[in-house]
């Protein structure tokens, strides 16, 4: 069983379009996240939800919106694509919130190219 | 602001053991230590997990002296399928702790 599973896993999309990630947890997990990892490999924290809340909003254009319909989902939706937006987003869930203490499961990745 | 250090690239003959060494000068005093590892075109995944002293478990062993101001990951015996960036994390206060920050990994190539 996939334990943080998201879907798609490649997207191949043109400049001004509207797309979505979803990302589903079966761990029973309380906290989630999503992270970008562009072309340089380094993998930067978006958000972080804990029981749908939104707790961690990084330096993000407003164009990316996480949605958290329950606790074990949460998506993100991503308005007017540029070509600066391709990059893997990771969705990743855990317990408890932090690092300390806590272990973060990761899903495999979407694969974003913008054209 | 807590954050670590690492080596950018470290390469290794297969069957030898690697250390990775983190510094976290500005640890917390109730902080743990969390090493990750990322494969080409995979999540990262949690390795091991440590406070003080040494932590092994059946992948790794992590090596932390008394001031807790670095650490070490050992690696016994590195395969090819070793290859992959190993990060260490530590709290970050930035987000009250509750944020999961990645610094730039270490890279470790495995040769045959």
């Known amino acids: 069983d996939t334990a943080v599973s998201q879907t798609p896993k490649y997207l191949v999309t043109q400049m001004g379009n509207d797309k979505s990630i979803k990302c589903e947890q079966n761990?029973?997990?309380?906290?989630m996240y999503w992270y970008k990892q562009d072309s340089k490999k380094f993998l930067k924290i978006m958000f972080s939800?804990?029981?749908?809340?939104?707790?961690i909003n990084e330096t993000v254009p407003n164009r990316f919106s996480p949605k958290s319909p329950d606790k074990a989902h949460l998506n993100l939706h991503i308005n007017s694509l540029e070509l600066g937006d391709s990059a893997v987003y990771f969705c990743?869930?855990?317990?408890?919130?932090?690092?300390?203490?806590?272990?973060?499961?990761f899903g495999e990745g979407s694969w974003l190219t913008v054209v | 602001l807590a954050k670590t250090t690492q080596p950018i690239s470290m390469d290794s003959y297969e069957g030898q053991e690697v250390n990775i060494t983190c510094s976290h000068n500005?640890?917390?005093?109730?902080?743990?230590i969390t090493w990750y590892q990322q494969f080409p075109s995979q999540g990262p995944r949690f390795i091991i997990q440590?406070?003080?002293t040494k932590v092994t478990n059946e992948v790794a062993s992590l090596f932390i002296p008394a001031d807790r101001k670095s650490s070490t990951l050992s690696l016994p015996r590195v395969s090819l399928s070793d290859t992959a960036v190993y990060y260490c994390?530590?709290?970050?206060?930035?987000?009250?702790?509750?944020?999961?920050?990645f610094g730039t990994g270490t890279k470790l190539q495995v040769i045959p």
């Open positions: 990743a869930s855990s317990l408890l919130r932090g690092i300390s203490g806590n272990t973060i499961y």
């Open positions: 761990l029973g997990h309380d906290t």
């Open positions: 939800y804990n029981n749908k809340e939104l707790i």
């Open positions: 500005n640890i917390a005093t109730n902080d743990y």
């Open positions: 440590g406070y003080k």
């Open positions: 994390l530590v709290g970050d206060p930035s987000g009250g702790y509750q944020k999961v920050t």
